[in-house]
């Protein structure tokens, strides 16, 4: 069966859509990632406005990383986060029952789901971006571990203004290293991440304080992460 030329252009431009965001992705689950779409747009928008481009950000891998920073992530954004397949269906019912009554809807976005419209897509939200959204949080859960997602998302997620990933918070914020993390200041940049550019994890207003105590006490009751591994699985011969 022979197609026409407009359907064998489209055939061919989804055959390169799927190979190169396949490769993308593969590349993705050992590459750093150093660049992201927010940073560039971000940087777009600081000259638009006559401002220069503000960019500080350092990869780091994940033992580099404060162990108290991916719980309080958990805590604050996704407590099944270790346990779903990228979508956690229980919150999306939840955010549709709440958004009924509510005048400002509230999302229901996972880690895995942030992760994938940080690294790949732009801020912006409208119904193809959340298509395409999707679709790479379900590849990057078919391809990476969730500590891979992790690390990838406290390395590309915005902390502050120009400020991207958990080292470069921890430098500008904190004057320290993502290793040196403390558990209040985990928490405190946790509490800014639905808004980074408004709140500031450095001079936290009342409501971020708030927030904080209420996310130091959900990580301790989150499971943690990464999970252990069994030890003593072997038993031994008596």
Same mark, same amino acid.
């Given at each position: 069966?022979?197609?026409?030329?407009?359907?064998?252009?489209?055939?061919?431009? @989804?055959?390169?859509?799927?190979?190169?965001?396949?490769?993308?992705?593969?590349?993705?689950? %050992?590459?750093?990632?150093?660049?992201?779409?927010?940073?560039?747009?971000?940087?777009?928008?600081?000259?638009?406005?006559?401002?220069?481009?503000? *960019?500080?950000?350092? *990869?780091?891998?994940?033992?580099? @990383?404060?162990?108290?920073?991916?719980?309080?992530?958990?805590?604050?954004?996704?407590?099944?986060?270790?346990?779903?397949?990228?979508?956690?269906?229980?919150?999306?019912?939840?955010?549709?029952?709440?958004?009924?009554?509510?005048?400002?809807?509230?999302?229901?976005?996972?880690?895995? #789901?942030?992760?994938?419209?940080?690294?790949?897509?732009?801020?912006?939200?409208?119904?193809?971006?959340?298509?395409?959204?999707?679709? %790479?949080?379900?590849?990057?859960?078919?391809?990476?571990?969730?500590?891979?997602?992790? =690390?990838?998302?406290?390395?590309?997620?915005?902390?502050?203004?120009?400020?991207?990933?958990? #080292?470069?918070?921890?430098?500008?914020?904190?004057? =320290?290293?993502?290793?040196? @993390?403390?558990?209040?200041?985990?928490?405190?940049?946790?509490?800014? @991440?639905?808004?980074?550019?408004?709140?500031?994890?450095?001079?936290?207003?009342?409501?971020?304080?708030? +927030?904080?105590?209420?996310?130091? +006490?959900?990580?301790?009751?989150?499971?943690? %992460?990464?999970?252990?591994?069994?030890?003593?699985?072997?038993?031994?011969?008596?």
């Amino acid at each position: 069966m022979k197609f026409s030329k407009p359907l064998r252009i489209i055939r061919n431009l @989804l055959l390169f859509f799927f190979i190169s965001t396949t490769v993308t992705v593969v590349v993705y689950s %050992f590459m750093p990632v150093y660049v992201t779409p927010l940073m560039i747009i971000r940087s777009v928008q600081q000259v638009f406005k006559g401002e220069s481009p503000a *960019w500080h950000h350092e *990869w780091v891998p994940f033992d580099k @990383l404060s162990p108290h920073l991916p719980m309080a992530v958990i805590a604050s954004e996704d407590n099944r986060f270790a346990t779903h397949n990228g979508f956690d269906f229980i919150e999306i019912q939840k955010a549709m029952k709440e958004n009924e009554k509510r005048k400002r809807k509230r999302g229901a976005s996972t880690i895995s #789901q942030q992760t994938a419209k940080n690294v790949f897509l732009w801020p912006q939200s409208s119904w193809i971006r959340k298509g395409f959204e999707v679709y %790479f949080t379900w590849m990057i859960e078919m391809f990476w571990s969730k500590k891979r997602i992790m =690390t990838v998302y406290l390395n590309s997620i915005e902390m502050g203004k120009g400020i991207y990933g958990a #080292q470069a918070a921890a430098r500008y914020k904190f004057h =320290t290293t993502a290793a040196k @993390l403390t558990a209040g200041q985990c928490a405190l940049i946790a509490a800014t @991440l639905p808004n980074p550019i408004r709140f500031d994890s450095a001079h936290p207003s009342s409501y971020i304080l708030k +927030r904080q105590g209420q996310i130091l +006490r959900l990580m301790k009751l989150v499971p943690k %992460f990464p999970p252990e591994e069994p030890t003593g699985s072997k038993k031994k011969k008596k």
